[in-house]
């Protein structure tokens, strides 16, 4: 899926996917930090989002589907926390730095594209800062989806 259009449906179609416990990789590799600035891109309900906002992170969610951020929003309201919801396309969105922490989980775009929003993210991190980023395993474009790929997340701050 492509659009916001294909991706509204999905969305509009399905219960609440996710509540706001975190990806066990992301809750591990950032858990302890002490909360700052963060974007997650490609945000769809905004799971990791939330949990940073409950975390005290500064979090602004980026995302092309409008009914995944409104979705989003209503959960945040639900645990009483704010995020900047951004309705914006990821390949073209332009994060205003500096922040801590950017977040990329499982962001179905080409490779070309990806490397784009990495890029990105990567320049708009502050000394120090983390871009943390979650795929699937490339096998998944030929068996279809089923399984993670192996953790290959690194907590390395930007110098």
């Given at each position: 899926?492509?659009?916001?259009?294909?991706?509204?449906?999905?969305?509009?179609?399905?219960?609440?996917?996710?509540?706001?416990?975190?990806?066990?990789?992301?809750?591990?590799?950032?858990?302890?930090?002490?909360?700052?600035?963060?974007?997650?891109?490609?945000?769809?309900?905004?799971?990791?989002?939330?949990?940073?906002?409950?975390?005290?992170?500064?979090?602004?969610?980026?995302?092309?589907?409008?009914?995944?951020v409104d979705r989003g929003r209503q959960v945040a309201d639900r645990h009483g926390v704010e995020v900047d919801w951004q309705v914006a396309d990821?390949?073209?969105?332009?994060?205003?730095?500096?922040?801590?922490?950017?977040?990329?989980?499982?962001?179905?775009?080409?490779?070309?594209?990806?490397?784009?929003?990495?890029?990105?993210?990567?320049?708009?991190?502050?000394?120090?800062?983390?871009?943390?980023?979650?795929?699937?395993?490339?096998?998944?474009?030929?068996?279809?989806?089923?399984?993670?790929?192996?953790?290959?997340?690194?907590?390395?701050?930007?110098?």
């Open positions: 899926m492509r659009n916001p259009d294909e991706w509204d449906r999905a969305y509009a179609a399905a219960g609440l996917a996710f509540d706001v416990d975190p990806h066990p990789e992301l809750a591990k590799a950032v858990g302890d930090l002490p909360p700052g600035r963060a974007v997650e891109f490609g945000c769809g309900e905004g799971r990791p989002a939330i949990w940073l906002a409950t975390r005290g992170w500064r979090v602004t969610a980026v995302d092309f589907s409008p009914v995944a990821v390949r073209a969105y332009e994060p205003a730095g500096p922040i801590d922490l950017a977040v990329v989980l499982y962001l179905h775009i080409g490779s070309a594209e990806i490397a784009t929003v990495l890029r990105r993210a990567a320049a708009a991190l502050a000394p120090g800062g983390i871009l943390f980023v979650l795929g699937w395993d490339r096998s998944n474009a030929v068996a279809g989806t089923g399984g993670r790929a192996p953790p290959t997340c690194s907590t390395t701050p930007r110098k």
